[in-house]
């Protein structure tokens, strides 16, 4: 694991912390798809929406309720849509 | 690369490790001997180095034992002088970096994988109970190393285990105020 991926699993480890405390304002679903984006990211810089919809945390997740979450991470400023290339590519934001 | 890798984590995690010593020997400690005057006055109620202790080991690994060193090192010279040079505290020093690592290992063993991985919902009251179990082994091993009283080890307990929590609880108000502000 690069010193990248370490800080990130630390950050997703206290946005655990910060969601079980209900200072959070992300969904079950939502954290899970940021979850799998962190991890993506991590080694891709941008992540596919079809490789993070075959990711482990989101094999459960259905269609629908995926794009619903993706779009509402979107709003909330947690992912960005890569501009620069195709659609369905997404970057990994530091949430405001 | 890997080498050089090795020494940066060395050095985030001894510099957490001294930063924590220092706030909580030189900031806290005074606060705790005003509110609670009848406590043994080397067991600090809210021990922050066993954060980074538990933090760094469930982090790196195996790799923890060696990032924990120095400064684990330095605090005991700090503390003990000369002292830290004997068979009791050359003990606890080992005892204080290798315990940490090896309580996650045995869980993982055990059928109970802490450590991060793609795929791997974070969890943190599982941290907070390996937090325990490492403080549980290492109070109790450090505690027959230096021959303490018993109440010292219910100290250390309570010591490590608030240490843990408000670290983690530090650390999350600071990543959401970088956050706050884009960083």
Not at chain 1, 67 to 92: A, D, P, W
Not at chain 2, 7 to 21: K, M, P, W
Request: charged share 15%; aromatic share 12%.
């Amino acid at each position: 694991m690069s010193e990248i991926s370490k800080l990130t699993e630390l950050r997703k480890l206290l946005l655990d912390m910060e969601s079980s405390m209900g200072l959070q304002d992300l969904s079950s679903v939502e954290r899970d798809i940021y979850y799998a984006a962190s991890d993506h990211a991590i080694s891709a810089g941008a992540v596919k929406t079809t490789v993070l919809q075959e990711h482990a945390l989101l094999a459960q997740v259905s269609r629908p309720t995926f794009f619903r979450g993706l779009k509402s991470l979107q709003k909330k400023g947690y992912l960005e849509q890569c501009k620069n290339s195709t659609r369905g590519y997404y970057i990994v934001k530091a949430p405001r | 690369m890997g080498q050089q890798r090795l020494i940066q984590e060395t050095g985030i995690v001894s510099l957490a490790y001294l930063a924590a010593f220092f706030v909580t020997f030189e900031i806290l400690m005074p606060v705790q001997s005003i509110f609670f005057p009848e406590f043994n006055n080397q067991a600090s109620l809210l021990f922050l180095p066993h954060g980074v202790r538990v933090l760094s080991a469930w982090l790196l690994g195996w790799r923890s034992v060696l990032a924990l060193l120095p400064g684990v090192f330095i605090v005991f010279v700090y503390s003990a002088g000369d002292l830290a040079f004997t068979p009791s505290r050359l003990a606890g020093i080992a005892i204080a970096v290798t315990i940490p690592a090896t309580i996650f290992h045995l869980l993982r063993l055990l059928g109970w994988d802490l450590s991060p991985a793609t795929g791997r919902r974070p969890c943190w009251p599982c941290i907070m109970v390996a937090g325990l179990l490492i403080s549980l082994f290492t109070s109790v091993l450090t505690n027959f190393a230096f021959g303490s009283a018993a109440e010292e080890y219910v100290a250390y307990l309570i010591g490590d285990v608030f240490g843990l929590f408000f670290l983690m609880l530090i650390l999350m108000l600071i990543f959401r105020s970088l956050r706050r502000y884009g960083v």
